[in-house]
């Protein structure tokens, strides 16, 4: 028995629940739908969402619903959703359990956006490595569309609404939601220079929302019970709702846990995940992602909420908390994960595409114990030379593990090079000279 109540994990746990249409109706799916559409005015159901503070799931946390206000009113002509299911954010992978094990959830949420924002077509763009999840959704969709949930003159109502799969071919940089826009009409993902948002030139030049899976996922039960219900839930009046988290790394249970926000860490890696696999001391957790600094224990009783972690110097970002026992070698860490990212540059901002090889360069140096002291202040002049100054936030996320690294575990760094600086003046040493 789950202490918190699961929303969006609730169906899939049930014994048996297989995912297919009759699945989801029989445990009230759909119903959210037939409540709105053709019933309420789309604008309602934005403010539904506006009132609910639900705020997006995939890294930034903006509020759903004034992302969706956005959108120019009175405009003519085609309008579109783009669901957001590239997920390659290391350590994160609550988006694909909600996909393969309840996919009809968010098309329904995708179905609820479409209605809201008066879009008649949206795609799902979805990471090409996720090869069961898109067939998955396929054939959800194509349920869907026999039922009458999809296609034209949903429901009898006269509104028109298609789902379409996009399969993407795996490059991290195509999550970034501009950069997924231009990979989805068919060019190379690249980020674009904002302003103008989606909101007013997306998919093909048209007005476009993008949202992450989630959040998508969220609108059904919002819908359905009632933003002030949603609203309760977590910390409210800026973190409503649950969160999917995705616990990897040194733990006992590794897993997705759907908490409200507002727990705290300790009780999501101690109780939920089963504290740590061989009972050793925490040594640092990565709190959203790899995008996201990492945290030491002495923030364990930070709340799982945007502000609190804000205030702890790092964000919730996608969701995904990566935990290191006593033990692990930091530097090591983060030069695997700038590895990540030196590989994932797409190479449109020269800070990013040249920092990001230096940084590795410099990082593999240190941990070769082939480092010098200088090299630290080489990191961060270099991490202080892409931050902020790239097109999208991937330069910002990319020195996120070095520059926290160096906060909370200078230490080791030092230390590696004093091994180093030590074996080179033994090399210097002439013959004899140590007797
Ligand atoms: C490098 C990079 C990668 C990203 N990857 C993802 C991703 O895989 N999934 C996602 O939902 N958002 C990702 N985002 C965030 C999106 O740009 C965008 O903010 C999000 O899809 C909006 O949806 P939301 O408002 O529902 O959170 C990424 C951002 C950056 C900068």
Not at 74 to 101: H, M, W
Not at 271 to 290: C, H, N, T, V, Y
Not at 416 to 428: G, M, R
């Amino acid at each position: 028995m789950p202490k918190h109540e699961l929303i969006l994990l609730k169906n899939m746990m049930q014994p048996g629940y297989t995912g297919s249409l009759q699945d989801y109706e029989r445990a009230g799916g759909y119903q959210a739908l037939r409540k709105v559409v053709g019933k309420a005015q789309p604008a309602e159901v934005t403010a539904m969402v506006m009132k609910s503070g639900l705020r997006g799931r995939g890294g930034a946390g903006f509020p759903t619903g004034v992302k969706w206000g956005f959108l120019p009113k009175g405009y003519v002509g085609p309008r579109y959703l783009c669901c957001n299911a590239d997920e390659s954010e290391p350590g994160t992978f609550k988006d694909r359990q909600l996909i393969e094990r309840d996919p009809h959830q968010i098309l329904e949420g995708i179905l609820l956006a479409c209605y809201a924002i008066g879009a008649e077509t949206a795609y799902i763009y979805i990471r090409g490595e996720f090869v069961l999840g898109a067939k998955i959704l396929e054939q959800a969709i194509a349920e869907a569309r026999t039922a009458g949930y999809i296609g034209a003159n949903i429901l009898g109502a006269g509104i028109t609404a298609n789902v379409w799969v996009h399969r993407g071919a795996g490059a991290y940089i195509c999550g970034e939601e501009t950069a997924l826009l231009e990979s989805l009409e068919g060019k190379r993902g690249l980020p674009r220079v904002k302003p103008p948002f989606p909101a007013t030139h997306g998919l093909y030049n048209k007005p476009t929302v993008v949202n992450n899976v989630e959040t998508l996922a969220n609108l059904p039960h919002i819908v359905g019970r009632g933003p002030e219900w949603f609203a309760s839930i977590g910390s409210p009046p800026k973190s409503t709702g649950t969160r999917v988290f995705c616990v990897s790394g040194h733990v006992k249970r590794p897993g997705n846990y759907e908490v409200p926000m507002g727990v705290t860490f300790r009780e999501l890696i101690y109780e939920q995940a089963g504290g740590l696999r061989s009972d050793k001391l925490l040594k640092a957790f990565i709190p959203g992602g790899a995008s996201a600094p990492f945290l030491t224990p002495n923030h364990l009783d930070v709340k799982l909420d945007f502000e609190s972690v804000a205030a702890a110097g790092s964000m919730l970002g996608s969701g995904g908390v990566t935990v290191m026992e006593e033990g692990t070698d930091m530097v090591w860490a983060a030069l695997r994960l700038m590895e990540f990212f030196y590989h994932e540059s797409c190479g449109k901002c020269s800070p990013c595409r040249e920092g990001s090889s230096w940084l590795v360069q410099t990082m593999r140096r240190i941990v070769a114990k082939r480092g010098r002291m200088e090299d630290l202040e080489t990191l961060v002049d270099l991490c202080k030379n892409i931050e902020g100054r790239t097109v999208c936030a991937f330069g910002d996320a990319s020195v996120a593990p070095i520059m926290s690294t160096l906060k909370y575990w200078r230490p080791e760094y030092v230390a590696l090079i004093q091994e180093a600086e030590a074996a080179n003046l033994i090399k210097l040493e002439p013959a004899g000279a140590r007797h």
